[in-house]
Nanobody, 122 residues
Framework: QVQLVESGGGLVQAGGSLRLSCAAS????????MSWFRQAPGKEREFVATISWTGGWTNYADSVKGRFTISRDNAKNTVYLQMNSLKPEDTAVYYC???????????????WGQGTQVTVSS
């Protein structure tokens, strides 16, 4: 079992930046692949970014590539999502997910946080 708590969301103007954090507790953090997903109203939860167990490999959705950066600090049991050049279409609830294996579909993940709202105004 692992418990996840996201923070760092808020309201920002287009072109601005936010840094999301996801703090984990419970089982050993470093055994989990960590990912960020987002869900806009009326839409399915979609993949944003993922990072490997040691942080040596990352992957991003095309829509955020070059603007978002995922990182993790296993000593602090925390994964981050640095979001730059934000656009109104980035508006969503952002969730972190944990699983033992890589995956880009939300159904593949066993553990989720409660989400944090990101709103980008035009």
């Amino acid at each position: 079992q692992v418990q996840l708590v996201e923070s760092g969301g808020g309201l920002v103007q287009a072109g601005g930046s936010l840094r999301l954090s996801c703090a984990a507790s419970g089982r050993t953090f470093s055994i989990y692949v960590m990912s960020w997903f987002r869900q806009a109203p009326g839409k399915e939860r979609e993949f944003v970014a993922t990072i490997s167990w040691t942080g040596g490999w990352t992957n991003y959705a095309d829509s955020v590539k070059g603007r978002f950066t995922i990182s993790r600090d296993n000593a602090k049991n925390t994964v981050y999502l640095q979001m730059n050049s934000l656009k109104p279409e980035d508006t969503a609830v952002y969730y972190c997910g944990a699983d033992r294996e890589f995956g880009t579909h939300h159904t593949e993940y066993d553990y989720w946080g409660q989400g944090t709202q990101v709103t980008v105004s035009s």
